[in-house]
């Protein structure tokens, strides 16, 4: 977790279900952003402290091109890793409408899973990364270990924040101590999320559509 997403609202309707309390750059444009099965190294819509703009889904430091890019990055570790050490300062949000997950369940291809917020609100993932450094740009997904009912779902499930601890976490006077507390301690719970199966047809990149999230039996 977290290898597929989706973010189909307008980023105003982020932004809106975020309340931040002032003006941001946007860099999105105004439509719907209608897509409901991005996958990594893809262009990705993300909320930095002014600004809402693309960023790739994925990240590694200048030294260590000869290694895949990471997309998540593991909330026990993460706040003192060397390899995040470049980007630690750098947070950012990343709204979603929801993620997938792949369940073995016994048949030749495993069932993928669409999972939520109950309450039909986008999920604010934390995340941190890089932008404006060309080809070095890029983030990931903070990760903590799943609980209840999520862990048969996938034993990973990104951090999401409350809108308020969102606002937060973006806040530039939010220290490097007060964020590493947030992201451990205070993740919206399992509880706060539904899931249902959804087509295989999930599985290839190369499928697009609001279709991709109907529930199937």
């Known amino acids: 977790m977290c290898g597929r997403l989706s973010q189909y609202r ?22 719907p952003l209608a897509h409901y099965n991005v996958a990594p190294s893809s262009n990705v819509a993300v909320l930095s402290a002014h600004r809402a703009h693309w960023l790739r889904w994925g990240w590694r430091p200048h030294w260590a091109h000869d290694r895949a890019a990471p997309i998540n990055a593991r909330v026990e570790k993460v706040a003192h890793s060397p ?8 947070r950012l949000i990343v709204p ?4 997938f997950e792949w369940v073995d369940e016994g048949e030749a291809k495993k069932q993928p899973y669409y999972i939520h917020r109950r309450d039909g609100l986008p999920a604010f993932c934390a995340g941190i990364g890089q ?4 080809e070095d740009d890029g ?32 806040n530039p006077d939010c220290d490097k101590g007060q964020a590493e507390q ?20 999930v599985g ?7 279709e991709l999230l109907n529930p199937i039996a």
Do not use: C
């Open 10 to 31: 307008g980023i105003h309707d982020f932004v809106d279900a975020l309340s931040m309390p002032g003006a941001l750059a946007n860099e999105i444009g105004d439509q």
């Open 83 to 90: 390899y995040f050490r470049a980007i630690w300062g750098h």
């Open 96 to 99: 979603i409408d929801g993620w």
């Open 131 to 134: 932008w404006g450094v060309a």
């Open 139 to 170: 983030f990931v997904i903070i990760t903590a270990d799943s609980v209840g009912g999520m862990v048969d779902i996938h034993d990973r499930r990104p951090v999401v924040l409350a809108p308020a601890l969102a606002r937060d976490w973006l």
């Open 182 to 201: 947030m992201v451990l301690n205070l993740g919206e719970p399992a509880e706060s999320f539904a899931w249902y199966r959804v087509d295989k047809a």
């Open 204 to 210: 290839n990149v190369r499928n697009q559509g609001a």
